[in-house]
């Protein structure tokens, strides 16, 4: 028995192909679902987003000029399905742009700033508009400093605030599950008005106020039978 | 997240726990089959890989 079994009272359709085997894991957030494509090497649509109702959903394609593979890391909505996708892009002669990029609810690009040498590999964007990421600075990692970060943005690309997670203080990483081992994936959401993460590796929670200041890191403890030691989801609304 | 505050994980194995973000401590709540979506209102949303073409609305109690 299943808790869908006991307590469903409505069902709304998806899109036939929108998800399933094969496909990246949906996130839904503000009335839409939204979905990405983790790699592509050609200007094709790598983004949807669904508003849950609609007939059908809003394709996009994030193709920066000279790319020759986009990666989209993660796309996070507000409510009146405006979006933001963090993304690697990678020119002929492999060199990296980590771009954050916003898009109307059209799903066309009309902004998008780098971050380099941060990147920003989740997001997460909130009514106020500004856009909070959680990622790795990748300068810092090179000299074994502390690189996990908590980094907010105002919409035209300005450094807003910083915040470290515990967790980058002296932690040996795992593999996350995509990489066989078996960590789940950090995750960044809207939780009110504050931003919360989950780090995946040290099962840590961290909330951080609008203004920016820590109000809450806790170790979560797991239920002792789980199948594995990691939350592979972790949701906000 | 539900609008009431809940938070919840789902774990490999789609074991569902409801974290207090006071002490840490995720009870779980279900072990469903369906995986966890998200959150409307106080509902959660799941869906069933083997029926990928909708998505089921859930009272939260």
């Known amino acids: 028995m299943s808790l869908a079994d006991r307590l469903v009272f409505k069902s709304t359709e998806f899109p036939d192909g929108l998800v399933g085997v094969g496909k990246a894991f949906p996130r839904m957030e503000n009335g839409v679902v939204l979905m990405h494509e983790a790699y592509t090497k050609s200007a094709v649509p790598n983004v949807v987003i669904l508003p849950l109702g609609a007939k059908a959903p809003i394709s996009a394609s994030l193709w920066p000029p000279d790319s020759v593979v986009v990666s989209v890391f993660d796309l996070s909505a507000r409510r009146d399905h405006t979006a933001v996708a963090v993304t690697q892009a990678v020119n002929a002669s492999e060199q990296r742009a980590w771009l954050t990029m916003s898009l109307d609810a059209s799903g066309k690009v009309v902004s998008q700033f780098r971050t380099n040498p941060y990147a920003a590999l989740h997001v997460a964007v909130n009514d106020a508009g500004n856009i909070w990421t959680l990622g790795v600075d990748y300068d810092a990692k090179g000299h074994k400093a502390d690189y996990n970060i908590l980094r907010e943005y105002s919409q035209d690309g300005r450094i807003l605030t910083t915040a470290l997670p515990r967790s980058s203080f002296a932690t040996s990483l795992e593999p996350a599950t995509n990489k066989g081992g078996l960590t789940g994936r950090n995750l960044l959401r809207a939780h009110g008005p504050n931003m919360a993460a989950f780090m995946a590796q040290t099962h840590e929670w961290i909330e951080v106020s609008p203004a920016g200041r820590v109000i809450s890191r806790v170790k979560v403890q797991l239920p002792s039978r789980a199948g594995y030691r990691a939350p592979v989801r972790w949701w906000l609304r | ?61």
Request: hydrophobic fraction near 40%; charged fraction near 15%; aromatic fraction near 6%.
């Open chain 2, 1 to 61: 997240m539900t609008d009431d505050g809940g938070v919840f994980l789902q774990l490999a194995g789609f074991s569902l726990c409801k974290l207090d973000t006071a002490s840490g401590a995720c009870g779980t709540v279900d072990a469903p089959e369906e995986i966890l979506l998200g959150a409307s209102g106080n509902d959660l949303l799941l869906y069933n890989s083997l029926a990928p073409t909708q998505v089921d609305w859930v009272h939260q109690q």
